[in-house]
T-cell receptor, first 116, second 118 residues
Framework: AQKITQTQPGMFVQEKEAVTLDCTYD???????LFWYKQPSSGEMIFLIY??????QNATEGRYSLNFQKARKSANLVISASQLGDSAMYFC?????????????FGQGTTLQVKP | GAVVSQHPSWVICKSGTSVKIECRSL??????MFWYRQFPKQSLMLMAT?????????EQGVEKDKFLINHASLTLSTLTVTSAHPEDSSFYIC??????????????FGPGTRLTVT
């Protein structure tokens, strides 16, 4: 069974500094996708970044980058130059391609607080 | 990006009554939608996969007679919480799967519905 683990319930970072949010996964499917979402206090789920299991390069989207280490089954999110508006809950999620359902399984989430 | 709406955004109901939550994909057709439940400061738990024109697929442990899902059109799925009790109070989020060509597509999330049962 697939599993997503986020071991950091809460993280603090100083404004303008970089922060890494950890995510490890477990799957027997050779083809899968990894996602990161941001959920501010309003509750909306905001898509940040995607990494496919066969992608050769780490995904980047603006200040977000994904440190994908396939052998270690980790997909950590790096946020550079943190801003106060980055304070939110962050979820890592995985989708197995073989299931062909499009289902996402989410990790427990990490609450990030950016200090001024 | 694609837009998914939910209605209502929040609802308070009395114990024993039923509540219907709507999920609409506004600018694309979605044969598949998903319903999640989220308790405060916890993860999203998938409740069921809603399939247009067929029965929903429920995750293990989710009571299908309590959480009725109807996906009557390509742009609308509804979740009805029947005989609601205080323990059903939660944040309910839907998502719609937008397929594109050969890929599985992407999930676009609604803004969520906060249900409080008194």
């Amino acid at each position: 069974a697939q599993k997503i683990t986020q071991t950091q319930p809460g993280m603090f970072v100083q404004e303008k500094e970089a922060v890494t949010l950890d995510c490890t996964y477990d799957t027997s499917d050779p083809s899968y996708g990894l996602f990161w979402y941001k959920q501010p206090s309003s509750g909306e789920m905001i898509f940040l970044i995607y990494q496919g299991s066969y992608d050769q390069q780490n995904a980047t989207e603006g200040r977000y980058s994904l440190n994908f280490q396939k052998a270690r089954k980790s997909a950590n999110l790096v946020i550079s130059a943190s801003q106060l508006g980055d304070s939110a809950m962050y979820f890592c999620a995985m989708r197995e391609t073989s299931s062909n359902t499009g289902k996402l399984i989410f990790g427990q989430g990490t609450t990030l607080q950016v200090k001024p | 990006g694609a837009v998914v709406s939910q209605h209502p955004s929040w609802v308070i109901c009395k114990s024993g009554t039923s509540v219907k939550i709507e999920c609409r994909s506004l600018d694309f057709q979605a044969t598949t939608m998903f319903w999640y439940r989220q308790f405060p400061k916890q993860s999203l738990m998938l409740m069921a996969t809603s399939n247009e024109g067929s029965k929903a697929t429920y995750e293990q442990g989710v009571e299908k007679d309590k959480f009725l899902i109807n996906h009557a059109s390509l742009t609308l799925s509804t979740l009805t919480v029947t005989s609601a009790h205080p323990e059903d109070s939660s944040f309910y989020i839907c998502s719609a799967l937008r397929t594109s060509g050969r890929s599985l597509g992407e999930q676009y999330f609604g803004p969520g519905t906060r249900l409080t049962v008194t």
